[in-house]
């Protein structure tokens, strides 16, 4: 079967770095996506990685190996409002998402 | 703006009714996707549709009913032969995906309670 695994729950300071892993085991591999998601609200995309290597994007950073099947968020200089989800989700080779199930981050002053 | 509205934000339900919850998106995508959100899973797919007068079942289908007669609207039929309908329930929109990103734009949701 296909399979996502991420940590269920991390805590982190403010103003300091926090990795969130995504492990995966699918059928196939067409792109791994971040999204995050504010308690009770729409998930808002973050970084696609189809590559292997590092992604930048301002604070935000996405790893990616295929031959490891594993993937990481990294978040720099943290600030209360990355308190959210982090949703990791892989397209298989149907082009179908198949999602983990989140880290929640908390976010502690 | 352009984005994507989910109606309504809270629904609360008898046993043995059916609900209809309300996705219009004037992103212009020819894709669309109904979710289903709960704790400690990830997303699962329920329909999707690629374009008008077609859709496609997902993953968890049974129970549900979708129509696509307007590329700007999806909507999604909670009916009484779900068994556990209580969830969180997310509508995306997309390009048709033949390579690259095709990023997801999602709706905020609709948390439809069974009473």
């Known amino acids: 079967g296909q399979n996502i695994d991420q940590p269920t729950e991390m805590t982190a300071t403010e103003g300091a770095i926090v990795q969130i892993n995504c492990t995966y085991q699918?059928?196939?591999?067409?792109?791994l996506f971040w999204y995050q998601q504010h308690a009770g609200e729409a998930p808002t995309f973050l970084s696609y990685n189809v590559l292997d290597g590092l992604e930048e994007k301002g604070r935000f950073s996405s790893f990616l190996s295929r031959s490891k099947g594993y993937s990481y968020l990294l978040l720099k200089e943290l600030q209360m409002k990355d308190s959210a989800s982090y949703l990791c989700?892989?397209?298989?080779?149907?082009?179908?998402?198949?999602w983990g199930a989140g880290t929640k981050l908390i976010i502690k002053p | 703006d352009g984005g994507i509205t989910q109606s309504p934000k809270y629904l609360f339900r008898k046993e043995g009714q059916n609900v209809t919850l309300s996705c219009e998106q004037n992103?212009?995508?020819?894709?669309m996707y109904w979710y289903r959100q709960d704790p400690g899973q990830g997303l699962r797919l329920i329909y999707y549709s690629q374009i008008v007068n077609d859709f496609q079942k997902g993953d968890i289908a049974e129970g549900y009913s979708v129509s696509r007669e307007k590329k700007e609207s999806f909507p999604l039929t909670v009916t009484s032969a779900q068994k556990n309908p209580t969830a969180f329930y997310l509508c995306?929109?997309?390009?048709?995906?033949?390579?690259?990103?095709?990023?997801?734009?999602f709706g905020a949701g609709s948390r439809l309670t069974v009473l």
């Open positions: 699918t059928s196939g591999f067409n792109g």
């Open positions: 995306a929109s997309g390009d048709r995906v033949t390579s690259g990103a095709n990023v997801l734009t």
């Open positions: 989700a892989v397209r298989d080779s149907n082009y179908q998402l198949i």
């Open positions: 992103l212009n995508h020819d894709a």
